[in-house]
């Protein structure tokens, strides 16, 4: 049987009422001098007061302790995951939480479900920088899986949907994150550079312009020349949307997995190509690869690809820039890495990378499908290009479409707004390896 709650009630009644006794008691005692005087009638009462009042409190402690009994005997041989899940989320927070996980927690979203998806609004949800790299976010793993009706008997079990897996790595994540507030960039870029400069004397004979006999004078420094002209670069946006039934949207896990792994990376997917491809013109981004001055480099024979990136990395030194990644395509890469010496040891192990992180040569590397099989880009991404966040990763969500309200369909966009600048294309090579 359950512990009689009124019973503690009682007893704490009672415990109460001892106390204020005992108070009431000690209100009689006279403090004179560092002494205490008190009647004997009064000091027997106190101490029968208080020999009560310790029998009462441990009356209560026995009943909460017989209690925490019962209810240790009556909870299921088998731990419940509830607590277990609300304890991880208390641990874990303030954790990052992922693009989609954000939208679900909204006030918008929450209100127009509430509805059961009537009417419209629009909720913007941002990425914060680098934090859509969803590799390096922890997310909170959860045993909901949305809701169903099942008839008949049994009890259904909810199978998360496996996202597809993000790409490996990010051209952006070779540049230092950037932010601009402006839609239109204006740079200088540098076209020619004559360095004249030379031991200068003190004194020198100069001919006057007039002609004539040399004469002393101070004597003067050569000069150089520098040539450069001002170069505009467009905010682009990157932008598409996507029609999703409410019936889907009212599907949490399924709604985060089309929120994470198909609007933010398609537009990520694009991003790339654009660093790397893009044609330029009226409101587009001109990538590396098609700005003029890029240097390129061809492999030869007898040489092995790492030589090739290793004597490509050069031209980028001889033009004062050192170089700070590499852009390869993964079938590259893997080629890089099986690299074999004469006795058939990988030369990957002594000489091309180091331990666990993708380096080669001391240039960080971006395996992206992004870039052309049999091509690579090296050069000092950052201070020979920029990249600028306008407005970084958000989607929106809105039942405003077409006919979107007869068909039950919500309409969702994910776009991103970014700059690119190239003020020193002579810092990168664009290099070609050769055919197998």
């Known amino acids: 049987m359950p512990t009689d709650k009124s019973r503690l009630k009682e ?21 004179e001098d560092g002494g205490v005087t008190v009647s004997v009638e009064k000091a ?19 009943l909460e302790g017989a209690s925490a009994i019962e209810t240790f005997l009556n909870e299921p041989a088998s731990q419940p995951f509830a607590p277990h899940d609300a304890a991880l989320a208390a641990r874990f ?7 989609g996980q954000q939208f ?68 952006r994540d070779l540049f230092p994150s950037q932010s601009t507030t402006a839609n239109l960039l204006y740079g200088v870029r540098v076209t020619g550079f004559t360095n004249a400069a ?3 004397p003190e004194r020198a004979m100069e001919v006057p312009p007039g002609g004539g006999a040399a004469v002393e004078v101070y004597a003067r420094a050569p000069q150089s020349e520098l040539t450069f002209k001002t170069v505009t670069y467009p905010v682009a946006e990157i ?3 996507m ?14 997995d089309i929120i994470d792994s198909e609007l933010v990376d398609g537009v990520k997917m694009t991003e790339d190509n654009e660093i790397l491809y893009g044609v330029g013109g009226d409101e587009k981004i001109t990538g590396i690869v098609n700005t003029a001055g890029v240097q390129t480099y061809a492999q030869v024979d007898p040489d092995k690809q790492s030589a090739a990136i290793r004597r490509a990395a050069t031209r980028a030194f001889l033009a004062y820039f050192p170089p ?21 040891a990988y030369r990957v192990a002594v000489n091309v990378a180091i331990g666990a992180q993708k380096v080669v040569w001391r240039l960080a590397v971006v395996d992206s499908m992004a870039i052309n099989q049999g091509k690579f880009l090296l050069g000092s991404f950052g201070l020979g290009a920029r990249l600028y966040d306008r407005e970084q990763v958000s989607v929106q969500v809105s039942t405003e479409n077409r006919d979107n309200f007869e068909r039950g369909v919500i309409t969702m966009r994910g776009s991103e707004r970014i700059g690119l600048e190239v003020p020193r294309p002579e810092s990168f090579v664009y290099g070609t390896f050769k055919a197998h």
């Open 11 to 31: 007893l704490n009644g009672a415990l109460r009422a001892k106390a204020a006794e005992l108070d009431g008691i000690s209100q009689s005692f006279i403090v």
């Open 104 to 171: 679900l927690a909204s006030d918008e979203f929450k209100a127009l479900k509430a509805t059961e998806f009537r009417g419209s609004f629009d909720q913007i949800v941002t990425i914060d920088g680098t934090g859509l790299d969803q590799l390096g976010r922890k997310d909170i793993f959860s045993r909901s899986a949305g809701t169903a009706s099942v008839l008949g008997f049994g009890t259904p079990e909810h199978l998360d949907i496996v996202p597809r897996a993000v790409r490996p790595g990010r051209i």
């Open 239 to 241: 932008a598409h949307t």
């Open 93 to 99: 927070g303030n954790q990052a939480k992922s693009l």
């Open 243 to 256: 029609p999703v039934h409410k019936n889907t949207l009212a599907d949490e896990p399924r709604l985060r």
């Open 198 to 200: 030379a031991i200068v």
């Open 44 to 62: 027997a009462a106190f101490r029968k007061t208080l020999a009560e009042a310790q029998e009462i409190k441990q009356l209560i402690t026995d």
């Open 324 to 344: 700070t990644g590499i852009v390869l395509h993964p079938f590259d890469f893997e080629d890089l890495e099986l690299e074999t010496d004469g006795q058939g």
